[in-house]
């Protein structure tokens, strides 16, 4: 435990902010509801501003600034970068800095500015409450490129006024034309700021905590499908770690994650470009090697292991040749498509040999997953 004396001081702009709007929410969410009427525009507006907000983070600050995983066009940039600034996040070139450190540092307590090897309350929270790396606070060599963007320049040099006119005047203009300035300034300005901040939140802590590790147990990350949908598709956030400049988190097409869904439904208008994809065959494998790596350390610990160890080992090695013997006439084929002659005679064969790779990793599929079934708890 570190002395009292001992501790960085107190931020207390971040303390007051963090208390009193909670304090608002918590107690005068619950007094308004008793007094007054509900108001169904109300409501539906504070959804919509969360969810603005929500998505300027994720879709914005993260997916784009942050790890550049795609590009976006002016007019979205600007979108973000007010929506950046009614979440009260601070400006992109503060936030963005700071995660690159976490991604290059992560669960490093002295280097990582939310480790969650400090603990649950200091990765959500407590990390904004002292100065624990004042030394650093407006070092942004590791945004550079960043620099270059007007409108990061813009916001971060205008923050406090976008972020004042956003979360007092946008509240207030909606209260007037719904007629309840009162109610708008409670729910979008407050109740909509303090969810904002926890779900936000949510990915620096719980996500660090709470999940499975399917692709790197190397750091403290987790897959949540849960924290998805608390977090517009943050949760999958193991993925995320290994394969950070992919725009997606959540790879199935049943996975919560709507944020994938604007930048790709984006792409569609021409607003973004360059989305950045994962290869399907880099995931099978990494995900491969870890159920391979779990299995190997679990036979170990076995007696008579060596068969166990041997089978394990030769179906691994034979699931990754077929894998990459699979992608690589997948792209064949993917190419003849493109050139209208997958269905020409001369191609037949080909055709013949993919349909047969096909069904051997197919078969090697489940192989390895009735493996992996019978010694996973």
Not at 191 to 204: E, G, K, P, Q, Y
Request: charged share 15%; glycine share 4%.
């Amino acid at each position: 435990m570190i002395p009292q004396q001992q501790k960085p001081p107190i931020i207390w702009l971040n303390v007051s902010l963090f208390t009193l709007t909670f304090a608002i929410a918590v107690i005068g969410v619950p007094l308004y509801l008793y007094f007054y009427h509900l108001d169904v525009a109300l409501i539906v507006m504070t959804v919509v501003a969360f969810c603005y907000c929500g998505m300027s983070i994720t879709a914005g600050y993260h997916r784009l600034w942050a790890h550049q995983s795609y590009q976006a066009n002016r007019f979205l940039r600007l979108v973000f970068a007010l929506g950046g600034a009614f979440a009260l996040q601070n400006s992109i070139l503060h936030w963005c800095s700071d995660h690159r450190v976490h991604h290059r540092h992560v669960d490093n307590n002295l280097k990582d500015p939310y480790s969650a090897k400090m603990g649950f309350f200091y990765s959500h929270i407590g990390w904004m409450l002292r100065h624990y790396q004042a030394s650093r606070y407006h070092d942004y060599s590791n945004c550079s490129d960043l620099q270059n963007d007007p409108i990061v320049v813009w916001q971060h040099k205008y923050y406090f006024l976008l972020a004042a006119m956003m979360n007092i005047g946008v509240p207030v203009i909606i209260g007037l034309l719904l007629g309840n300035v009162l109610g708008a300034l409670l729910f979008i300005g407050v109740l909509r700021l303090v969810l904002s901040h926890h779900t936000t939140f949510f990915i620096n802590s719980l996500a660090h905590k709470w999940g499975s590790q399917p692709y790197t147990d190397r750091n403290t990350a987790r897959d949540n499908g849960v924290i998805a949908w608390l977090t517009f598709g943050e949760g999958y956030h193991n993925y995320h770690h290994i394969f950070e400049n992919d725009y997606r988190n959540g790879i199935r097409w049943w996975q919560f994650d709507p944020t994938k869904w604007l930048i790709k439904s984006c792409s569609w208008l021409g607003w973004t470009t360059n989305l950045k994809v994962t290869s399907a065959d880099r995931i099978e494998k990494t995900r491969a090697k870890m159920e391979f790596m779990r299995l190997q350390y679990q036979f170990k610990t076995l007696p008579n292991n060596s068969a166990r160890l041997l089978q394990l080992q030769y179906e691994y090695e034979a699931l990754i040749s077929k894998i990459s013997d699979y992608y690589q006439v997948k792209k064949r084929l993917i190419d003849l498509r493109q050139q209208k002659l997958a269905n020409d005679y001369e191609n037949f064969e080909f055709m013949q040999q993919y349909e047969s790779i096909k069904q051997k990793l197919n078969q090697q599929r489940r192989d390895w997953k009735y493996l992996v079934q019978q010694y996973t708890v």
